[in-house]
């Protein structure tokens, strides 16, 4: 049980362009997600918190308008990474919670190379 | 502010050869502390939940323990396949985010 898949495992883009990556709950209902950002040899960085329904919270130094979030069912967010550059790459890890649960559990995470 | 700190950053040990990873907490209020375990170029899985001073859970060789200031991750009689870096975070009663320590690595040397 509680299972988080995300899609892509990895994805590599051109300057400028916009990337989506999903992140799901597959055995349970995610009243809460959160993006982390994971630098080589560093631990996770909280990105944003997002309640289904609601906007999303953005973590201090993380640009909103950077960094679309979107939580429109109980299973499903997405995080669009708008404009892409090359200081965006880095590892993206989402993690689901339901007030049943209390564990965040997290997905395998996404690989983001911006060339 | 919450702050967690793990220590060591690395540690290698042989295989057989039992130890303990600390993860130090300062937090107003304390809901729960987890650990995690990450392989590279994958996400964090769920070991344990520890709530309060004196609990203790066990999972295989995995044995983690809780103080007022500090939790344990005890490992005994390591295998290779326990070679991972193991996260330590926090969650204060006030909210649901997690503070992560910056891991420690460990290696298992067959």
């Known amino acids: 049980g509680a299972v988080v898949s995300q899609h892509p495992s990895r994805v590599i883009c051109k300057s400028g362009t916009s990337v989506k990556i999903e992140c799901r709950s597959l055995?349970?209902?995610?009243?809460?997600m959160f993006w982390y950002r994971q630098f080589p040899k560093q631990s996770l960085m909280l990105m944003a918190t997002s309640n289904e329904g609601s906007k999303a919270t953005y973590e201090q130094g993380v640009e909103k308008d950077k960094f679309l979030i979107n939580h429109a069912s109980l299973t499903l967010s997405t995080l669009t990474v708008t404009s892409a550059h090359p200081e965006d790459s880095s590892f993206y890890i989402c993690s689901a919670r339901d007030l049943g649960l209390d564990t965040q559990y997290f997905g395998p995470g996404t690989r983001l190379t911006v060339l | 502010e919450d702050q967690v700190t793990q220590s060591p950053e690395a540690l290698r040990l042989q295989e057989g050869e039992s130890s303990s990873l600390n993860c130090s907490y300062t937090v107003s209020g304390l809901r729960g502390l987890f650990w995690y375990r990450q392989d590279p170029g994958k996400g964090p899985e769920f070991l344990f939940t520890?709530?309060?001073a004196g609990e203790e859970k066990e999972k295989e060789r995995l044995k983690a323990t809780l103080t007022k200031k500090e939790s344990f991750l005890h490992i005994t009689a390591p295998k290779p396949e326990d070679s991972a870096t193991y996260l330590c975070a926090v969650e204060e009663t006030s909210g649901s985010r997690l503070t992560f320590g910056e891991g420690t690595q460990l290696t298992v040397n067959p």
């Open positions: 520890l709530y309060s």
């Open positions: 055995d349970f209902q995610a009243t809460t």
